[in-house]
């Protein structure tokens, strides 16, 4: 049960103090318990997941399960599809090239094109490109993942073929029910590595964040979402850059930030304004989840590491004003099980629906199973007890 953390900025004469108020378990945070979603038809759902990595292990119990002869991904995605498909829209970070033999993982990745294939079944229907391991594989690999997302005929952002491109679509626009979001993707480095020519990446870069906003409210947006690769591996909190520029952001514009690059979840903050008078209601103003942690690898730093999230934003239209607004955001903690623990391979589950579910409750059928259950159990208390996520009125 997540709980609730709210912080109340009052006003002292010509000071400000923000106090803490501890209001108890929070309920289940979804989109339809806003009662907008019952009150507009035309309620909308973008959700994001972390960063999907291809370490070795990954790769070879992939071809393990495809028989020795091709890649088989189905467990990488099978228990949180149903999830991903219930949004409007689905976006995942591809933190890895696709396509350059062997394929390999850490340091340098190059993933088989049938993880790629398996995240479009499942549902995502845009990739994340701007990452730090975007150039492990230099020219041809920044070419054969450009070539295998487009023969797939899949959205992405964050790479290009060359600069030209890119001034023309770093920004892309998505119409959902007569609403248009804005979003965009950038990294805070390529590991050193120069990006190779014509190539072109989206560096984390305060003039050319402030160009893609500047585009997308010349292209008409409602909502703008900025997504970054930033931050510092491991580390639960941001780090004061971070907050420098989801507050520069958010100056100029953004109305969500949704992070990756970490490898584990970090804080996420809410900012809701108050509404004076009897009938008036609270506005969610900003949103910022600074890391949604992994959505599958094979690290084993800790258990924040097998841990991600999967994040929903809701978006309805104002019936007064005719604004987009946007509504109670979504969190779920999601886990990454290594082959043994549940399935014979990699495979992710939303960890609340897991412990409430006949697997989980049967206690395990191997001993391997049964200490994956125990530690996902007792990690989840630490997700609980950590409150990664707060309100912030204002």
Known sequence: MKKLLVFVLLLLGSGAFAQQIDIGPLPKARPFDDVDFFLHRDTVTISFTGDVMQHGAQIDAALKKGGGKNYNYENAFKYVAPLFRQADYMVANMEFTVGTKPYTGYPCFSAPPEIASAAKNA???LFLMANNHICDKNAGGLKKTLDAYENLDMPKIGAYRDKKQADTASVIMVELKGMK???????????????????????????????????????GADIIIALPHWGIEYVLAPVAE???????????????????????????????????????????????????????????????????????????????????????????????FRPGQYTEDFSVVPI?????????????????????????????????????IKVVYR
Request: glycine residues 8%; charged residues 20%; positive net charge.
């Open 242 to 336: 971070q907050k420098q520029y989801a507050k520069m952001m958010f100056r100029e514009g953004v109305n969500a930030i949704i992070g990756g690059h970490p490898h584990v979840p970090e804080e996420g903050y809410i900012y809701v304004k108050r509404q004076q008078g009897p009938m008036a209601k609270d506005s969610v103003e900003n949103i910022v989840f600074y890391s949604m942690g992994n959505y599958i690898s094979n690290m084993s730093r800790s258990g924040w590491t097998s841990t991600g999230m999967l994040i929903t934003l809701s978006f309805t239209r104002d019936r007064g004003t005719g604004k987009v607004k946007m509504l109670m955001p979504d969190w779920k903690y999601l886990w990454c």
């Open 123 to 125: 549902g995502i229907d």
């Open 352 to 388: 609340e629906e897991f412990l409430q579910g006949k697997d989980f409750n049967s206690g395990g059928k191997t001993p391997t199973q049964i200490q994956a259950f125990k530690t996902l159990e007792d990690h989840y208390q630490q997700i609980i007890q950590k409150d990664l």
């Open 181 to 219: 979001f804005a979003m965009f993707n950038y990294t805070y480095d390529t590991n050193g590595l120069p990006i190779p020519e014509p190539y072109y990446v989206n560096l984390q870069d305060s003039t050319e964040i402030k160009k893609h906003i500047r585009q997308a409210k010349a292209m």
